[in-house]
Structure formats: structure tokens, C-alpha cells
């Protein structure tokens, strides 16, 4: 899995956002239902959904990583935050 591009993690939340836009592109486009070859299309729309969960699984690895850091770096903000979570 490779490292999300940009430090902030604001490159990862873009790919992620792109590859969102190409599922539902990938879906509503209406030149697919027009097609004679089927199996195209559904190879096409199937490595448009992988790509997307693979952004997806960055994603959560580079929030997860940020999530472990602020716990040993700041581990009352961590406390604090789990209170949050558990008094609703």
C-alpha cells in the first residue's frame, strides 16, 4: 500500500474523491448501456470500484496512523476524545 501523497493527507482525500466521482461515472454513464461488449464494461466498472476501495483502505491507514500518533504524543487528548465518544 503506498503512502498518501502530501503530508496533510489532502492529496489521499482527493484521489478518494475522484475515484468516488469515477464509480458513479462508471455507473450512470449511458454509452455503457449501448454496448455490445458486456464484459468490457463490467471489467472497466469493476477496476473503477477496486481502485476506489483501495483509496478507501488509505484513507482509514493514514487516519488510523494519525489517530496513534496524537494517542502517544498527546495522550490526554486521546482520554478526552474517548470520553466524548462514550457519554452519548
Same mark, same amino acid.
Given at each position: 500500500? !503506498? #503512502?498518501? %501523497?502530501?503530508? =496533510?493527507?489532502?492529496?489521499?482525500?482527493?484521489?478518494? /474523491? +475522484? *475515484?468516488?466521482? !469515477?464509480?458513479? #461515472? #462508471?455507473? %450512470? +454513464?449511458?454509452?455503457? $448501456? +449501448?454496448?455490445?461488449? =458486456?464484459? /468490457?464494461?463490467?471489467?472497466?466498472?469493476? @477496476? %473503477?470500484? @477496486?481502485? $476506489? &476501495?483501495?483509496?478507501?483502505? @488509505?484513507?482509514?491507514?493514514?487516519? &488510523?496512523?494519525?489517530?496513534?500518533? &496524537? *494517542? %502517544?504524543?498527546?495522550?490526554? @487528548?486521546?482520554?478526552? /476524545? =474517548? !470520553?466524548?465518544?462514550?457519554?452519548?
Amino acid at each position: 500500500m !503506498a #503512502a498518501p %501523497t502530501g503530508t =496533510s493527507g489532502q492529496g489521499i482525500v482527493d484521489d478518494f /474523491e +475522484n *475515484s468516488f466521482q !469515477a464509480c458513479l #461515472a #462508471a455507473l %450512470t +454513464n449511458p454509452d455503457h $448501456f +449501448n454496448v455490445r461488449d =458486456s464484459e /468490457e464494461v463490467k471489467t472497466g466498472v469493476e @477496476q %473503477t470500484i @477496486q481502485r $476506489f &476501495l483501495d483509496l478507501a483502505k @488509505q484513507m482509514e491507514c493514514f487516519f &488510523l496512523q494519525k489517530r496513534l500518533l &496524537l *494517542s %502517544t504524543q498527546k495522550p490526554e @487528548q486521546f482520554v478526552i /476524545e =474517548s !470520553a466524548y465518544c462514550y457519554t452519548d
